[in-house]
């Protein structure tokens, strides 16, 4: 991943805001995307993923600028990480809402998503899709009023630029190429990801992502098939610096976790 200043902008889809957190790295771009769900007209909002605990208060005040008086009646998740949950705590004390996500524990006053829950906050309908891969509780929300082909809020399950990475073990390669699948047969809604611009088209977006990830667990087999004997014992790491050559020593960790989803998914299907 590569950092850049690209954001959905304030309005990127009918009905959707975004607001951006201030957490630039390499890893969340331009910072975690804030989305606020809501008819014309209705007096509340759905808000998903409030962001980092670092930049908690400072973003909590953005987002209620941004939500221009209207209250926010649901916190959703797209997963776990602290980028993207983080502030859930502050953010459901200071708005009183309840926080839904794929896993109990993340949730507050509220029971977990369930797989095509069909959900109806501020006069919109959201569908909750459990699309494991980047994590194994990550979600995308599915926004069908959001223009003619409606929006995917995706998290870091597609993302705005460059490619997301598997949290393995808890991600899993096969599980992440069944998710991709099934995004793509979402057609052209507009992909609304949790760092980076919004995407003219899920279907695009995901082809690419599965070409992309095949191509990974080509390399990891080509590598397998020069080391001979030796490949039953490498390591995700010494496979790594093959794949990864250049890597930015500040995402090299996530370089290796990625490395060693496609390694288990190689190894998995050839046993």
């Given at each position: 991943?590569?950092s850049?200043?690209?954001?959905?902008?304030?309005?990127p889809?009918?009905?959707?805001?975004c607001v951006?957190?201030?957490?630039?790295?390499?890893?969340?771009?331009?910072g975690?995307?804030?989305?606020?769900?809501?008819?014309?007209?209705?007096?509340s909002?759905?808000?998903?993923?409030?962001?980092?605990?670092?930049?908690?208060?400072?973003?909590?005040?953005?987002?209620r600028?941004a939500?221009?008086g209207?209250?926010?009646?649901?916190?959703?998740?797209?997963?776990?990480?602290?980028?993207?949950?983080?502030?859930?705590?502050?953010?459901?004390?200071?708005?009183?809402a309840?926080v839904?996500?794929?896993?109990?524990?993340?949730?507050?006053?509220?029971?977990?998503?369930t797989?095509?829950?069909?959900?109806?906050?501020?006069?919109?309908?959201?569908?909750?899709?459990?699309?494991p891969?980047?994590?194994?509780?990550?979600?995308?929300?599915?926004?069908?009023?959001?223009?003619?082909?409606?929006a995917?809020?995706t998290?870091?399950?597609?993302?705005?630029?460059?490619?997301?990475?598997l949290?393995?073990?808890?991600?899993?390669?096969?599980?992440?190429?069944?998710?991709l699948a099934?995004?793509?047969?979402?057609?052209?809604?507009?992909?609304?990801?949790?760092?980076?611009?919004a995407?003219?088209?899920?279907?695009?977006?995901?082809?690419?992502?599965?070409?992309?990830?095949?191509?990974?667990?080509?390399?990891?087999?080509?590598?397998?098939?020069?080391?001979?004997?030796?490949?039953?014992?490498?390591?995700?790491?010494?496979?790594?610096?093959?794949?990864y050559?250049?890597?930015?020593?500040?995402?090299?960790?996530?370089?290796?976790?990625t490395?060693?989803?496609?390694l288990?998914?190689?190894?998995?299907?050839t046993s």
């Open positions: 991943m590569t850049t200043d690209s954001t959905p902008g304030p309005d889809a009918p009905f959707i805001s951006t957190a201030q957490n630039p790295s390499p890893m969340t771009l331009a975690t995307n804030t989305y606020l769900i809501g008819a014309p007209g209705s007096e909002l759905t808000l998903v993923d409030p962001g980092p605990a670092e930049t908690a208060e400072a973003h909590l005040d953005a987002v600028t939500a221009q209207r209250r926010i009646e649901l916190i959703l998740l797209t997963h776990r990480h602290e980028d993207h949950a983080g502030a859930v705590e502050l953010f459901h004390e200071a708005t009183g309840p839904r996500a794929h896993l109990p524990e993340l949730c507050r006053a509220a029971t977990p998503l797989d095509g829950e069909r959900l109806v906050v501020a006069d919109t309908v959201i569908l909750a899709l459990h699309t891969g980047h994590t194994s509780d990550s979600c995308c929300f599915q926004v069908p009023s959001a223009g003619s082909d409606g995917i809020l998290g870091d399950t597609i993302l705005g630029s460059g490619t997301s990475m949290d393995h073990p808890d991600g899993r390669l096969v599980d992440y190429l069944a998710s099934r995004l793509r047969a979402e057609g052209d809604a507009t992909v609304l990801p949790g760092h980076g611009p995407l003219d088209s899920v279907a695009q977006a995901a082809d690419e992502y599965l070409e992309h990830r095949r191509a990974r667990v080509r390399q990891v087999r080509e590598a397998l098939a020069d080391l001979g004997d030796d490949a039953a014992h490498v390591t995700a790491a010494r496979l790594a610096e093959r794949i050559p250049d890597v930015d020593e500040r995402v090299a960790a996530v370089a290796e976790m490395v060693a989803a496609h288990d998914y190689v190894r998995s299907s």
